[in-house]
């Protein structure tokens, strides 16, 4: 009922920024808790942003200040600004919709940073 695609991965230099759009379907966006997460090789999924159906952002403190979280409910998509790269944001990137006690995943776009 909900499908979750992520998009904007790419090969950018360390200090470089890229920005990671999540185009979601269905109707249960607006009122939804969204995030984004990443998974190095080798690593466990690690939670990087979360919003609130209030616009209320999260971070954990490897990101904040570098990253940032935004939605807009009119197109159901949910952005990931990320700043200031280095090679430790190397990863799969992907987004997260709960909605009740449900958790909906995208497929993941890879992020590398390499120079």
């Known amino acids: 009922q909900v499908q979750l695609v992520e998009s904007g991965g790419a090969l950018v230099q360390p200090g470089g920024s890229l920005r990671l759009s999540c185009a979601a379907s269905?109707?249960?966006?607006?009122?939804?808790?969204l995030a984004w997460y990443r998974q190095a090789p080798g690593a466990q999924r690690e939670w990087v942003a979360r919003?609130?159906?209030?616009?209320?952002?999260y971070y954990p403190g490897s990101v904040e200040g570098r990253f940032s979280i935004s939605r807009d409910n009119a197109k159901n998509t949910v952005y990931l600004q990320m700043n200031r790269m280095t090679p430790e944001d190397t990863a799969v990137y992907y987004c997260?919709?709960?909605?009740?006690?449900?958790?909906?995943w995208g497929q993941g776009t890879q992020v590398t940073v390499y120079s």
């Open positions: 997260n919709l709960l909605h009740g006690q449900q958790y909906y």
């Open positions: 269905g109707n249960i966006f607006s009122d939804s808790d």
């Open positions: 919003i609130t159906p209030n616009d209320i952002t």
